[in-house]
């Protein structure tokens, strides 16, 4: 059991650029999420999807699309990356309301 | 919205010593609340949640929602207790999921 698992686990992209982080869950998980984690700002929700065939905005969706492609992924995709969005992405899974979330490992990403 | 405010960024106190996270949280609906640790070098995890009203490596957490409060404590740190702390907030209508600025806790020998 892999858990939650997230591919990259680092990348450096330039300014303009785009990629997609992807996430995959093997947990039979109905709501996914994707969280930046900013020093001092702690992690913010930039788009949640509580079962397949749904998503919604968090706090901080601007430059950021989501899909939630089966059951199983959830990718996140900066279509122009800028050095703002230089963060650390964390992708989460959930059962159901109120149980315990489960996070990967990270991608740290950087834009120069 | 919902907010989930934690005042302090860092927290260093010595073994032995109580320590306290805060947590301040604003939501219209009746709350759900959870603490989540991060360890050095480790994923992101469940510490306690107030519905369970239990203990978890000798925290607790109660939530006084008069105000607004689901602050984290511990009687005695413990030098492994040093992490980031995170308070999240979950609404009651859905499953989103937020959480505050976190709490860097240091626990000097």
């Known amino acids: 059991n892999a858990g939650v698992t997230q591919t990259p686990k680092f990348q450096v992209l330039k300014t303009g650029q785009s990629m997609t982080l992807q996430c995959a869950q093997d947990m039979n998980h109905n709501s996914m999420y994707w969280y930046r984690q900013d020093p001092g700002m702690g992690l913010r929700l930039i788009y949640y999807s509580a079962s397949e065939g749904t998503t919604d905005k968090g706090e901080v969706p601007n430059g950021y699309n989501v899909s939630r492609l089966n059951k199983r992924e959830f990718s996140l995709r900066l279509e122009s990356a800028a050095p703002s969005q230089t963060s650390v992405y964390f992708c989460?899974?959930?059962?159901?309301?109120?149980?315990?979330?489960?996070f990967g490992q990270g991608t740290r990403l950087t834009v120069v | 919205a919902q907010r989930v405010t934690q005042p302090e960024k860092l927290l260093s106190v010595f073994k032995g010593a109580p320590v306290e996270l805060k947590c301040n949280y604003s939501?219209?609906?009746?709350?759900?609340l959870f603490w989540y640790v991060q360890y050095s070098r480790q994923r992101l995890q469940l510490l306690l949640r107030?519905?369970s009203r239990e203990s978890i490596k000798g925290f607790t957490a109660d939530l006084n929602k008069g105000e607004t409060s689901f602050h984290l404590k511990k009687p005695f740190a413990q030098e492994e207790d040093s992490a980031m702390y995170y308070c999240?907030?979950?609404?009651?209508?859905?499953?989103?999921?937020?959480f505050g600025e976190g709490t860097q806790l240091t626990v000097n020998p």
């Open positions: 989460a899974t959930r059962s159901v309301v109120n149980t315990e979330a489960f």
């Open positions: 107030h519905i």
């Open positions: 999240a907030l979950e609404e009651t209508s859905g499953s989103r999921l937020t």
């Open positions: 939501y219209s609906g009746s709350p759900e």
